[in-house]
Structure formats: C-alpha cells, structure tokens
C-alpha cells in the first residue's frame, strides 16, 4: 500500500512539472510577437536586424533634421552622437517632441530607413528614456541635468 502511495505521489509531481513546464513554453511562444528589443543607432549599424524585425531605437533627435512631408509625414534622424540613423513616422508626434530632445520609436528598417509605427518623446523638461540614458552613457556623451553643463 505504501509503494502504491509513493508511486501516486510521483506521478502527480512528474504531471505538474511537465503542465508548469508546458505553460511556461506556450506563454513564451505568446510573447515573443510583442517583445521589442531596443537598439541605439551604433547597435543598428554595427548588428542591423533582421528584415521585418520590430523593434525600438532610440537617441537624440538630430538639430535641424526634422522635415514635415504631405499630411503627417514626418521625416527626422536620431542619433546617439556615434551613428544617426534616418526615421520616417506617419502620424501625430508628442506635443514635446523636438529637436536636441531624447525619443524612443518602435517599428522596424526599411531600405536603411527606420519606419516607425509609434514615436516616444521626454514628458517634461527633464526626463529621458532610461534605454536613451544607458546608451548615450555607453557612448560617453551624457551629462545629467544636475551636472552644471
């Protein structure tokens, strides 16, 4: 009677483990349409992505590189001072967005064109993305805003 017990209890930890072990897979294999990795421009031009590929870059926007096209096209290049890479977005921009200022896009390249499907900007004065932050810190460009520069 007690091996039969035992032998019950071990099948049932074995059936759980393999649900947990299932679960976890099909979760993952949900999830992996909605993961956007992000990318500095440096990262963009020294590993480009795949063909299609979404995923979110983020810089500086360019001085003098925002160009407004027919309707709500929009043309600029971000850059984190190292690469620049050139963005084209159809659609309505932050109200704060502007040139010199931090920006994360989502979207995917497109003949060396970045298309962005969505356009991140600062939302006062002094935020910035933190993957904008890391990445010009990386490149050795960032000063905070409390250093006096």
């Given amino acids: 009677m007690k091996g039969l017990k035992k032998q019950r209890r071990v099948q049932i930890i074995v ?3 393999a649900a947990l072990a299932l679960s976890t897979g099909l979760i993952g294999y949900a999830m ?3 993961i956007n990795f992000f990318r500095s421009p440096t990262q963009v031009v020294t590993d480009p992505p795949r063909p299609g590929e979404v995923f979110r870059i983020g810089g500086l926007v360019e001085e003098g ?10 043309s600029f290049r971000v850059t984190d001072t190292n690469e620049t890479i050139p963005v084209r977005y159809t659609g309505i921009l932050p109200d704060l967005f502007t040139e010199g200022q931090g920006m994360v896009g989502t979207g995917s390249m497109q003949d060396d064109v970045f298309i962005a499907t969505e356009i991140l900007a600062k ?3 002094t935020y910035m993305p933190a993957e904008v932050i890391d990445a010009l810190k990386e490149q050795g460009v960032y000063q905070d805003a409390g250093s006096g520069s």
């Fill in 15 to 17: 059936l759980a483990f």
């Fill in 32 to 34: 992996k349409d909605g």
């Fill in 65 to 74: 590189s925002i160009i407004r096209g027919q309707s709500e096209t929009v």
């Fill in 123 to 125: 939302h006062d004065e």
